[in-house]
């Protein structure tokens, strides 16, 4: 099984139409960051012809990382709702709690081979922060972390976590000080330091390679759960759910499963409190395609082409586009976009925690809450597999305030 | 219309539209042009300004703020044209103002109002040919950067595709003052100048009379942005007109020849 794995993990092939998914993604960015760009695109190439850059990453995922992730039957959810069979694919057991890590160990050991010392990464609700701050701890670099100041007060726990592995990490007031704020700042220093600087993006959004390199460095989520939910059940999901921010961890589900044209895929993206732009983060639902931040998706964008506020009670959705690759997905009819509001998030976390013993982050909790929607109409012969993206363990706070958890 | 500089060296002078309002803006413009400036670039204030520095981010949020849209800097355009017609006008924006305009209906509109020509901050030469396609159509000028990052094959596309001038970036980085033109910036001209004929002018930290006396031995123009947008900040609207008007025909003034600067 393990050596089975093994084999399973090396590097998918170079895409075949570079950095865009039919009309979406590209690379749209100031000048001065194209050369940095193609020399990422080509140092990448060339470590996916690299046999000992696939067997070391692999290496790390299985002995570092805790790769596989089990596939979990979650038996009393299911019997609590009396429709499909649940299944969870456990990337909240993961080093660092969540998904975040699969990409930062590749994107890590690229840029040691690139010989650059200074990563610098942005982050929402702190997950990819740590990720990447690991990552430097046990390569040796340095780490800067760019984060809104919203986002570092919400997940305070995770702002602690990431000075303690040696990272600094720099608070951005900007804008609504959240993911968007820290991407533009984490850019401007690119540009500055473009020429000994890493920048480590933490979702399948950006300029290509990023989108590629990021889905890539994820797709093992579905290579995994594939193989696994073949292996229980002798069959293929009906559907497979995943919360959508940026979109790594969706696209890493998703992947494999894309020829499976019976497969639903469904991406959960954060309804947040209201349908009114600046109330949440549902760019299939109130977005239109254009520019931000290097790449061209669904944007959250007033008529003017300003780029809207957002609002999740999970940092890690709340962001004003999504990556290109699943525009592509949404217009093809490929994949479904839906949306859970907070509310909907916060109980389902409560639901888990309850049936299974299993705390959600409150960005997973997203598509955990599209599942018990759907499950009680469907048939005990149906499957749903859901990626648990990450663990709760940073969302104490926010769920102590949100569910008046004090004096209970 | 077609971009002319008529001194050596030029100047072009960059400005947030809408900050701190669009009356201000024309009040400034039309100062700066009085004052000297060849060209204008008529920045489009953008939520997301990745490649400016804290001065630019800063105008560009309140000219947001204060509800600034393409639109009224279109129409700003129109009204320097007539009262200043041999101004250079270009209009400076992140893409996204643009795309949600439409490309289309933005040329047309540029064109209308008697705009020159267009630079885009986000976007590559290789992403560029609908861009162009549809600014060739209106006979709108497109012009490119050029970085010091850029390998020699970059900037023979980007001189190729370029036209008016080409916008040097005078070092790595985002915009904001510096106080020396940066070392880089030479040896960028220098590359660029196989590829092109074009005037060159060079931006990025250009902030005083001495600077543009030492971008006149090697370039053709001198970009000049966060230096009179933070002026603009200081000053307050009433005085800014003025301000910025005497800070260009200082900038225009002959230096003691001080250029040792690197």
Not at chain 1, 358 to 376: D, G, K, N, W
Not at chain 2, 67 to 85: F, H, I, N, W, Y
Not at chain 2, 206 to 221: G, K
Request: negative net charge; contains cysteine; charged residues 20%.
């Amino acid at each position: 099984m393990a050596e089975q794995n093994r084999t399973e993990l090396e590097m998918p092939p170079v895409a075949t139409v570079p950095g865009r998914f039919d009309a979406y993604g590209g690379r749209y960015v100031p000048e001065t960051l194209m050369a940095a760009l193609q020399e990422l695109e080509a140092a990448y190439a060339d470590a996916q012809r690299d046999p000992a850059f696939a067997s070391e990453l692999s290496y790390l995922l299985h002995h570092y990382a805790g790769r596989p992730t089990p596939l979990y039957y979650a038996s009393r959810l299911t019997d609590s709702m009396g429709g499909a069979k649940i299944y969870l694919k456990r990337e909240d057991l993961l080093h660092t709690g969540a998904h975040k890590i699969n990409n930062c160990l590749g994107q890590g050991l690229l840029a040691r081979r690139m010989g650059k010392r200074r990563i610098i990464a942005e982050t929402g609700a702190g997950q990819h922060g740590v990720a990447t701050a690991t990552v430097c701890a046990l390569l040796g670099m340095e780490c800067i972390v760019y984060m809104g100041q919203e986002d570092m007060r919400r997940q305070e726990l995770n702002v602690y976590r990431m000075r303690l592995l040696g990272a600094e990490v720099r608070s951005v007031t900007a804008g609504s000080a959240t993911l968007k704020d820290a991407i533009n700042e984490a850019m401007r220093d690119w540009v500055v330091n473009v020429r000994t600087t890493y920048y480590l993006l933490g979702s399948v959004l950006g300029a290509h390679p990023y989108p590629t390199m990021v889905r890539d460095f994820q797709r093992v989520i579905s290579v995994e759960a594939r193989q696994q939910i073949l292996e229980a059940e002798g069959r293929l999901p009906n559907a497979v759910l995943a919360c959508v921010g940026g979109g790594s961890n969706a696209i890493g589900a998703f992947y494999e499963f894309i020829p499976d044209k019976n497969v639903r895929l469904i991406g959960v993206e954060a309804g947040g409190r209201g349908h009114e732009l600046g109330e949440h983060a549902a760019r299939f639902q109130g977005g239109v395609p254009g520019v931000l931040q290097g790449t061209y998706s669904y944007v959250l964008q007033d008529d003017a082409g300003q780029i809207s506020n957002t609002h999740s009670v999970s940092a890690g959705l709340d962001y004003a586009s999504v990556g290109p690759e699943h525009a592509a997905l949404h217009d093809s009819g490929r994949a479904e976009y839906v949306s859970a509001s907070d509310e909907a998030a916060l109980q389902a976390t409560v639901r888990l925690a309850r049936t299974e013993g299993i705390l959600p982050a409150l960005e997973s909790a997203h598509a955990v809450a599209e599942a018990i929607r759907i499950a009680p109409a469907m048939s005990r012969n149906d499957i749903l597999l859901i990626n648990v993206s990450g663990r709760g363990d940073k969302d104490m706070g926010i769920l102590a305030r949100e569910l008046k958890l004090q004096g209970a | 219309m077609a971009i002319q500089f008529h001194h050596q060296p030029g100047l072009v002078v960059y400005l947030t539209i809408g900050d701190p309002d669009i009356e201000t803006s024309r009040k400034i413009a039309l100062a700066a042009i009085d004052a000297g400036a060849d060209v204008l670039e008529l920045g489009v204030p953008f939520s997301d300004p990745l490649a400016d520095g804290p001065v630019i981010q800063r105008a560009s949020e309140r000219a947001v703020r204060n509800g600034t849209r393409m639109e009224d800097v279109l129409a700003l355009a129109g009204s320097l044209r007539k009262q200043r017609p041999s101004i250079g006008l270009v209009i400076f924006s992140y893409l996204n103002p643009i795309l949600r305009m439409g490309l289309e209906s933005f040329a047309a509109a540029a064109e209308k109002s008697g705009v020159d020509a267009v630079l885009v901050t986000d976007l590559i030469a290789e992403e560029s040919e609908e861009y162009c396609a549809a600014l060739k159509k209106h006979h709108l000028q497109p012009i490119f950067l050029a970085a010091p990052t850029s390998p020699d094959s970059r900037l023979e596309r980007i001189a190729e595709l370029s036209e008016g001038f080409i916008y040097a970036i005078s070092r790595v980085g985002i915009t904001g003052t510096q106080q020396q033109v940066a070392g880089d910036a030479r040896e960028l001209v220098t590359r660029l100048r196989r590829y092109t004929k074009l005037p060159i002018a060079l931006g990025f930290g250009i902030s005083n009379a001495s600077h543009v006396a030492v971008v006149a031995e090697y370039a053709d123009a001198a970009v000049v942005g966060s230096a009179i947008v933070a002026l603009i900040e200081q000053s307050g609207a009433d005085q800014a007109p003025a301000a910025v008007g005497k800070f260009i025909a200082e900038l225009r003034a002959p230096v003691a020849s001080e250029s040792s600067v690197s």
